[in-house]
């Protein structure tokens, strides 16, 4: 029996970040550090994983990009969607890798994972609405948004549930349960996993504000495009990571995205039409990923 009190940094000690994708990333990298490579030399590095080959191809191939024209190699695939986007893909494959085993117990994985893609998508959407720079990123800002959560959940199990203990007897927010039994909550846990992970700043403080986007300071628009996001998903009631109330949304956060409500409308239709083939791409075991049929 534990007696010990958590903190965060016993929480994420030794979560590995890339999983079985760690040799994968390594040789993309040494690929796009060589000056005399080409866009053939990385398909080839990436066409050495079958289903990372067939998740690229998917995904490319599926309503998330949009294109008019059907990939049918991965060359052409990266050229197209982008070294940083195929990045983010293997990023978001080992995420869901490393985490794999969670007890249903706890919470209904499938559901943490819609309500994670969801969020992703939502994210993305809104950026490309208003135009943000990298756009693509906010997929993973919004995928990456409950990994605290991720953490918790593998890492302290018996923990997990006496915050939900905590959280059902009373009218709260899962994060106010969390803050009670831990002294932190999730965004705190996933911002100290990120920079141990050594994610980039603007998908740290967009993980760790997205409850209280005004308080990230230079990456308000990042946390407030994450939480807009959030709080959508929510509304759509696809998917969960636990939280039975829809979070509130904060107005000022709505203000500094700046997009009118029309844009709300057309962000959760791609959000219903993207769901499905992205759930697909990350959440079927690997070697059951298919490409898209012509």
Not at 106 to 135: D, Q, Y
Not at 159 to 172: C, D, L, N, P, T
């Amino acid at each position: 029996m534990q007696t010990m009190k958590l903190n965060i940094q016993n929480l994420i000690t030794g979560i590995p970040s890339l999983g079985s994708y760690a040799g994968v990333i390594a040789e993309i990298e040494a690929v796009l550090n060589n000056p005399t490579s080409t866009l053939a030399d990385l398909g080839e590095v990436i066409e050495k994983d079958p289903a990372l080959t067939a998740r690229l191809l998917r995904l490319g191939n599926s309503s998330f990009f949009g294109f008019p024209n059907r990939l049918e190699t991965v060359s052409e695939a990266v050229s197209l969607i982008g070294i940083q986007q195929v990045q983010d893909l293997i990023l978001a494959s080992s995420v869901i890798e490393v985490f794999e085993g969670i007890s249903a117990d706890i919470v209904n994985m499938e559901s943490f994972w819609k309500h994670s893609l969801a969020c992703g998508i939502a994210a993305r959407c809104l950026a490309i609405a208003r135009r943000t720079p990298k756009a693509e990123k906010f997929f993973v800002a919004g995928l990456l948004h409950d990994l605290g959560r991720l953490v918790l959940y593998s890492r302290a199990p018996e923990k997990a549930i006496e915050i939900f203990r905590v959280y059902q007897s009373g009218r709260m927010l899962l994060r106010e349960a969390e803050a009670k039994v831990l002294g932190f909550d999730h965004a705190e846990l996933g911002e100290a996993m990120m920079r141990a992970w050594q994610y980039p700043p603007n998908l740290v403080l967009a993980v760790a504000y997205h409850h209280t986007p005004m308080s990230a300071g230079v990456y308000q628009l990042e946390s407030s495009l994450v939480h807009l996001a959030d709080y959508l998903v929510h509304a759509m009631e696809m998917g969960n990571s636990g939280e039975r109330f829809v979070p509130p949304l904060n107005m000022k956060a709505w203000e500094r995205v700046g997009l009118g409500p029309d844009i709300l409308e057309s962000v959760m239709r791609s959000v219903d039409e993207q769901i499905e083939v992205v759930q697909q791409t990350f959440l079927q075991p690997a070697g059951s990923v298919e490409p898209e049929a012509p």
